[in-house]
């Protein structure tokens, strides 16, 4: 079974950072991908940012040079750096890991708020 246990959401002000942490376990290929994914009130989960264990990123044009994502230590950690915030990155934000490259067995967090007041 694998387990995502995310952690840093909070309130900011417009311009503000915050950093968001993932940690995962259980059975998880050394050939991942892990990511975030938000969802506003009203509106459907969309990407933010991936990250492979090649280090391979994509990220989502609104966030472009905003945000960072890295994976960290120990194994199976991925952070997101989030610079600049601006209030329409208001969401629930979900950690993400497809466990191998190979398939497509996903698992997601139970999420985490970030408010950002303008």
């Known amino acids: 079974q694998v387990q995502l246990v995310e952690s840093g959401g909070g309130l900011v002000q417009a311009g503000g950072t915050l950093r968001l942490s993932c940690a995962a376990s259980?059975?998880?290929?050394?050939?991942?991908?892990m990511g975030w994914y938000r969802q506003a009130p009203g509106k459907q989960r969309e990407l933010v940012a991936t990250?492979?264990?090649?280090?391979?990123?994509n990220y989502a044009d609104s966030v472009k040079g905003r945000f960072t994502i890295s994976m960290g230590n120990p194994k199976n950690t991925v952070y997101l750096q989030m610079n600049s915030l601006k209030s329409e990155d208001t969401a629930v934000y979900y950690c993400?890991?497809?466990?191998?490259?190979?398939?497509?067995?996903?698992?997601w967090g139970q999420g985490t708020q970030v408010t950002v007041s303008s």
């Open positions: 259980g059975t998880i290929s050394s050939r991942n991908v």
């Open positions: 990250i492979s264990s090649d280090g391979v990123t």
């Open positions: 993400y890991v497809r466990i191998s490259w190979f398939t497509s067995n996903d698992y």
